[in-house]
């Protein structure tokens, strides 16, 4: 029977054996109860609606509508909800974009255990977390043009950027997003501008640079047959 003041927590990450890890240690944790998972941001917002949690552990980096998406759109159906991101970016510019997608904490994914348990009762209470590498790289940040730079971009223009970077397409972009093909060229062009590269391969390599994405991670979207189709004008 569920313990009416557990802590509920909706787990939303793309690999079973991570979900199964969160599983493990919060069912360890007295007072926490993992009551809802979660593959990729649709299914999120899906889940949300069903199981009503009180925090939200979510990854960023989900297949099809990402996590910024997804925290926007929960954030939309129910303004007071509670979300913490857990994600493998260390990059400070994904901390800046997931508050202003409306998560409340972002804790990366070399933290301790300790680090995430704290995490989730401190936004369960409606607190701000961050962990440490993560405030020591906001408070550096301003050292670094890339990383101002990457700060310009809208939540919608992030997301957009991480899926072009996956040599999404025009189309399927806007049918993972549900918006029109024309907002996504708009949103393409003005991306290149604010972050100052004039072509799509300049893209992918400040997008490596600043660690949005991986060259592992390349490996994948960049195969004989998939690459970025989107207008470079």
């Given amino acids: 029977m569920t313990d009416p003041k557990s802590i509920r927590i909706l787990l939303v990450d793309d690999h079973a054996i991570v979900r199964e890890g969160y599983r493990s ?4 944790q007295p007072g926490m109860e993992v009551v809802g998972e979660a ?24 297949p099809g509508q990402g996590g910024l998406e997804a925290i926007a759109r929960i954030k939309q159906r129910r303004p007071d909800a509670k979300i913490l991101v857990f994600s493998m970016h260390q990059n400070p510019g994904f901390a800046v974009q997931a508050t202003r997608a409306g998560a409340l904490g972002y804790v ?14 401190d936004v369960y209470a409606g607190r701000v977390t961050l ?5 020591q790289a906001l408070a550096l940040e301003k050292l670094g043009g890339d990383s ?15 899926l072009l970077v996956e040599a999404r397409s025009t189309e399927d972009i806007a049918q993972t997003l549900n918006i029109s093909p024309k907002t996504v060229s708009n949103c393409h062009y003005l991306i290149k501008r604010k972050l100052g590269v004039a072509s799509d ?8 640079r600043m660690n949005v994405i991986n060259l592992l991670e390349l490996s994948g979207p960049l195969s004989k047959n998939s690459y970025i189709q989107l207008n470079p004008s």
């Fill in 25 to 28: 240690l919060l069912g360890k």
């Fill in 39 to 62: 593959v990729d941001g649709a299914e999120a917002y899906s889940r949300f609606k069903d199981c009503n949690p009180d925090v939200v552990i979510m990854d960023i980096s989900l």
């Fill in 108 to 121: 990366t994914k070399s933290s301790t255990p300790d680090v995430l348990i704290r995490a989730i009762h």
């Fill in 131 to 135: 962990s440490a590498d993560i405030a």
């Fill in 148 to 162: 101002i730079a990457l700060q310009e971009l809208t939540v919608r223009e992030f997301e957009i950027l991480r």
């Fill in 201 to 208: 391969i300049e893209l992918i390599l400040l997008a490596i």
